[in-house]
Nanobody, 133 residues
Framework: QVQLTESGGGSVQTGGSLRVSCAASGDTFTKYTMGWFRQAPGKEREFVAGITWLGGSTYYSDAVKGRFTISRDNAKNTMTLRMNSLKPDDTAVYYC??????????????????????????WGQGIQVTVSS
């Protein structure tokens, strides 16, 4: 099992920057493709960004591409999402996610970092990010 704990987040004005981090404990961190999802009030949880276990491949939703950067440090069992040029639409609870890809065919090469909500094996508890206009 993997325990995921988010930190960072907070409140910022439009155009500002924030960072959310995820610390993993328990199972071997490098077994997992890691990612971030978010859920705004009244909306479904949606994929934001993902990164493969070696960090060689990343994938972003169209909504955040060019503004957000995902990275991981396997030596420290941590993952970070840097968020720039934040907009009010980015306001949500952000969840760290881990997917071991077990029993599934690998995705196409251009989408190695993409995670699907239904495939996530472990979730963090979530952390609030609020962007005011």
């Amino acid at each position: 099992q993997v325990q995921l704990t988010e930190s960072g987040g907070g409140s910022v004005q439009t155009g500002g920057s924030l960072r959310v981090s995820c610390a993993a404990s328990g199972d071997t961190f490098t077994k997992y493709t890691m990612g971030w999802f978010r859920q705004a009030p009244g909306k479904e949880r949606e994929f934001v960004a993902g990164i493969t276990w070696l960090g060689g491949s990343t994938y972003y939703s169209d909504a955040v591409k060019g503004r957000f950067t995902i990275s991981r440090d396997n030596a420290k069992n941590t993952m970070t999402l840097r968020m720039n040029s934040l907009k009010p639409d980015d306001t949500a609870v952000y969840y760290c996610a881990a997917d071991n890809r077990k029993g599934r065919l690998p995705p196409e090469p251009s989408k190695l970092g993409l995670l699907h909500r239904s495939d996530v094996d472990y979730w963090g508890q979530g952390i609030q990010v609020t962007v005011s206009s």
